[in-house]
């Protein structure tokens, strides 16, 4: 499974847009990026998964490069509730579902 | 929205003891499985589960760990003889797998304290 790396933390302010981006050099070609949002004593909650290029849902935007060595998750205007960990996680989540595996995470803290 | 439920949400248990924690996936999911997260630390994939076998597992679910789905809608946790290092949060999760539907589905969690 690819490893992942992302910052162990970063500091935003309500209505700002954040972006987090994860490393994964070593990416599979049948391997997609699926981001997890957690909040203390709770379970992970999907945010958004892709393969190439961009994604973008109602709640926010992957961003692929074309190595797809690298993604990048950003939250447009966020609030005070978004305050959590985020984790990006990579693996062949749609042909394989035996496993995914979380690394540490980027724990966001936005502030007022 | 349907959820993954977990119970109890929290069980205190004596050091030696074992502990079941019970799970009911969404229906109609193929996938399941369990997670632990100890205190202040990453969530560990612990096993996977599917056509009512286990499909992966970590090292850390060694033989003091088993797995059950027991009839159609639970799924179970079982842990022998627990220790003070299996005190965590352990969550199911379940994806449907069916028509491109990956996304995996998290319970609340049960918080495990042993003593």
């Known amino acids: 499974l690819a490893k992942t790396t992302q910052p162990i933390s970063m500091d935003s302010y309500e209505g700002q847009e954040v972006n987090i981006t994860c490393s994964h050099n070593n990416i599979a070609t049948n391997d997609y990026i699926t981001w997890y949002q957690q909040f203390p004593s709770q379970g992970p909650r999907f945010i958004i998964q892709g393969y190439k290029t961009k994604v973008t849902n109602e709640v926010a935007s992957l961003f692929i490069p074309a190595d797809r060595k690298s993604s990048t998750l950003s939250l447009p205007r966020v609030s005070l509730s978004d305050t959590a960990v985020y984790y990006c996680?990579?693996?062949?989540?749609?042909?394989?579902?035996?496993?995914?595996?979380f690394g540490s995470g980027t724990k966001l803290n936005v502030k007022p | 929205e349907p959820e993954v439920t977990q119970t109890p949400s929290h069980q205190v248990t004596q050091m030696g003891q074992e502990v079941i924690l019970r799970c009911v996936p969404i229906?109609?999911?193929?996938?399941f499985y369990w997670y632990r997260q100890i205190l202040g630390q990453k969530v560990e994939f612990l096993v996977s589960f599917y056509n009512n076998e286990i499909s992966e597992k970590s090292e850390i679910f060694d033989d003091q760990f088993s797995v059950e789905r027991p009839d159609g809608s639970n799924f179970t946790l079982k842990i022998r003889s627990t220790k003070l290092e299996d005190s965590a949060m352990y969550f199911c999760?379940?994806?449907?797998?069916?028509?491109?539907?990956?996304?995996?589905?998290f319970g609340q969690g049960t918080r495990l304290t042993v003593v």
């Open positions: 999760a379940s994806i449907d797998g069916q028509g491109g539907k990956t996304e995996a589905f």
């Open positions: 996680l990579v693996g062949d989540g749609v042909n394989n579902f035996n496993k995914f595996y």
């Open positions: 229906s109609n999911h193929l996938y």
